[in-house]
């Protein structure tokens, strides 16, 4: 009786970008016999010789390397796969080809490799036409070459194919119906396993129907690559949760789960000790030698468990001296020419002279902190979530702080947690930052630093809600240093285009309407005023329009008293005026218009009206920043120091929009109770 296969668990390094050091993956398999992993697919897409040069043999060196790295691999207990990826260029039907790919294994065979892999993915699926005469399909040309190979390799008892169609949402029509997959499910040798990323490239969650649906189709048991804690395809993120959402029932349809983790090597620590917890569901899991504390196992996985388990193991590795990459040792002699103070004693700062800098040393709730801010492609982690949910309110509620009402104390209390939130993760940084282990933290660095400085300027932007700090000098500011904003070309790219945003956590339907704004002419006057009146029927509760209060810049609005030249604008959109924005650089004809007292203080701050009105259709909210924007700056470029608006209380569309574009609430005398002044200085 054949003994059953052992389940296959593991890593694929197979992600776009540098490949990971012959250093590190002799680390990884280090941790991955201490955490029962049990495989390693050598698949760096990036690689030469592994796609785009897949005909090259290696050189001498490199041979010399790759000896060694199986070698190091067996030493751990860890099957190293080899894998080829052929399809960019191959003539499936030239014999010269197939040659050509049984002689690069072969020599990787020699170099002690027992177990091996075809990749077709992310390649092109149209056939040159020598195939198209030779072979039915692209699946029969990709079958063919691969059974060829396997027998050739004298069918190894490891071998992957990695299909084309890899995932549910690339086959056409569906799983089930895709004649591709039956092909390869029925063609391809049965000792040959299939690779398969789940329902998408990039899977939020596996099940096990669609496991079985697949695996009926491939006639096997599929083996995972698992993109989960991928990152190749966005620079800006980083994956640090748990492997999650992958039920342990899924464990016995499998053929085995290797992870395609983050391209920075160090931070995969969580991804891979949690996937290895999640394995020790399997039915040979428990059987290994692992080091991972077993007694005591849960009955069922829990991905927030598992993940204090792999960070409370990563604590440790942060604080580790004997690392590579790590902070020289003080004790250590010869091996460190470079260190000046062997041998001196410990320098000790006299009674008037400054104090030694010692970092604090990082802590658990550091490292949860920076899960949750790097979670998982499909969900931010708890503090995350919480921060987002809570500027969202602030931002929302800050016409609280002016009115002086119930809500401003909850205002300021909410805002001072959201700054202590703020807080902790500049703290983590700092403490990061001081860790003994610098290789974790160079892999880690651009990401903490992006991450502060998002945390900073949001920061700030609650202080200057809440009255305090300068919102016009970091946020509103024409020119701000580039640290002030997220930069990058294909960050701009990305916000001209449609879709922009609409898979952030606060969805809003793609903007497609294309908007004009143009300098404001006397034809226009009879369009503001319709405006001014239709939004003052929208904006002003249930007060009748009659019992509103006047504003100073209804006479503006009204066409009664000129805008400032180069201080009026307005927006159209497809069917006509749809906005407009007018300022007085010298508000005081205004208020004396509507008898405000002109000896008010706040004039010498606040010195220009504006006024600013949308109509509510238009839903897109940066035709009428853009606007602002412009009009401001005319402001500022004639000589004024700051601009003010009234806004009745009722009408919230408008007190967001003010806001949003940092003007705060300020005091003015003689203010009707049913109006809020708010201004910015310029
Ligand atoms: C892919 C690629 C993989 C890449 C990943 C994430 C497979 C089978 N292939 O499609 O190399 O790292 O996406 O970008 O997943």
Redesign the pocket.
């Known amino acids: 009786m054949s003994t059953p296969r052992r389940f296959i668990s593991g890593v694929v390094e ?3 970008g540098r490949p990971w050091t012959m250093e590190q993956r002799t680390e990884l398999f280090k941790r991955q016999q201490k955490w029962g992993l049990n495989t390693y697919l050598y ?1 760096p ?1 990036d690689d030469y010789k592994h796609r785009m040069y897949w005909r090259d043999l290696y050189t001498a060196v490199e041979a010399e390397q790759l000896i060694a790295l199986i070698s190091v691999a067996q030493q751990h207990d860890v099957e190293f796969i080899y894998a080829i990826s052929p399809g960019l260029d191959v003539t499936f039907s030239n014999p010269r080809e197939v040659t050509a790919l049984k002689r690069k294994l072969d020599q990787v065979k020699s170099f002690g490799c027992r177990s091996f892999s075809l ?1 077709f ?2 390649i092109e699926t149209e056939m040159c036409p020598a195939d198209k005469q030779a072979f039915s399909s692209f699946a029969h040309a990709q079958v063919a070459i691969t059974n060829s190979v396997y027998q050739h390799l004298g069918e190894p008892e490891t071998f992957l194919f ?1 299909p084309t169609d ?2 549910d949402a690339f086959c056409t029509p569906s799983v089930s119906q895709s004649s591709y997959l039956h092909i390869v499910g029925e063609e391809l040798l049965p000792g040959i396993d299939i ?1 398969w ?1 789940g329902p998408k ?2 899977s939020h969650k596996i099940s096990v129907e669609s496991i079985e649906e697949v695996s009926t189709v491939l006639k096997r048991a599929p083996v995972i ?1 698992d ?1 989960i804690h ?1 990152n ?2 966005d620079p800006q993120r980083l994956f640090l949760g748990p492997y999650k959402d992958r039920p342990t029932e899924l464990i016995p349809k499998l053929r085995g789960v290797l992870t ?1 983790p983050n391209c920075e090597f160090y931070p995969n620590f969580v991804a891979i000790h949690t996937l290895a917890t999640w394995c020790k569901y399997s039915p040979d899991g428990g059987q290994t030698d692992a080091e991972m504390g077993d007694e005591g196992q849960d009955p069922c996985y829990r991905p927030q468990k598992a993940l204090t388990l792999a960070l409370i193991d990563w604590l440790q590795e942060f604080q580790s001296t004997d690392g590579p990459g790590a902070r020289l040792k003080k004790d250590s002699s010869d091996e460190e020419p470079m260190q000046t103070d062997v041998g001196e004693s410990a320098y000790v700062p006299g009674p008037e002279e400054n104090p030694l800098y010692t970092a604090e040393p990082l802590t658990l709730y550091d490292l949860k902190l920076l899960s949750d801010l790097f979670y998982l492609p499909y969900e931010h982690g708890l503090t995350a979530r919480t921060m987002l949910q809570e500027l969202d309110w602030l931002k929302n509620h800050s016409s609280a702080v002016a009115a002086n009402t119930d809500q401003t104390a909850e205002w300021r209390s909410r805002a001072q947690q959201f700054d202590e939130m703020c807080e902790a993760v500049v703290q983590m940084f700092n403490r990061l930052s001081n860790a003994s282990n610098r290789s974790i933290l160079y892999d880690l660095y651009n990401y903490i630093c992006d991450i502060k400085s998002g945390v900073g300027l949001a920061r700030a932007y609650v202080k200057t809600l809440g009255g305090h700090g300068q919102p016009s000098a970091q946020l509103m500011n024409d020119e701000p240093e580039p640290w002030g904003f997220r930069g990058g070309l294909s960050g701009e790219f990305q916000r001209m285009l449609p879709c922009h945003g609409n898979r952030d956590l606060f969805r809003h339907p793609p903007m497609t309407q294309v908007y004009c704004i143009r300098p404001y002419c006397p034809e226009d006057k009879v369009q503001v005023q319709r405006i001014l009146k239709e939004t003052r029927c929208s904006g002003g509760g249930s007060t009748p329009l009659m019992m509103q209060p006047p504003l100073i810049c209804d006479g503006l609005s009204a066409g009664e008293l000129p805008p400032s030249p180069h201080c009026a604008l307005v927006i159209e959109d497809g069917v006509g005026v749809c906005g407009y924005a007018l300022a007085l650089i010298d508000a005081k004809q205004a208020a004396a218009k509507i008898q405000r007292a002109v000896s008010d203080p706040m004039f010498e701050d606040f010195p220009s009206l504006v006024t600013m009105q949308v109509l509510p259709h238009v839903t897109d909210s940066s035709p009428a920043k853009r606007t602002i924007g412009h009009l401001l700056s005319s402001v500022r470029n004639n000589g004024s120091k700051g601009v003010f608006c009234e806004v009745r209380r009722s009408d919230q569309r408008m007190l967001n929009f003010y806001t949003n574009v940092s003007f705060k609430p300020i005091k003015m005398a003689g203010l009707p109770p049913e109006v809020i002044a708010m201004g910015t200085r310029l």
């Open positions: 197979g992600f776009y698949a897409k990749l993915d992310d990695c890899y995932c690779l990323t490239v990039v690559w993109n991928a190749d395809y395609n």
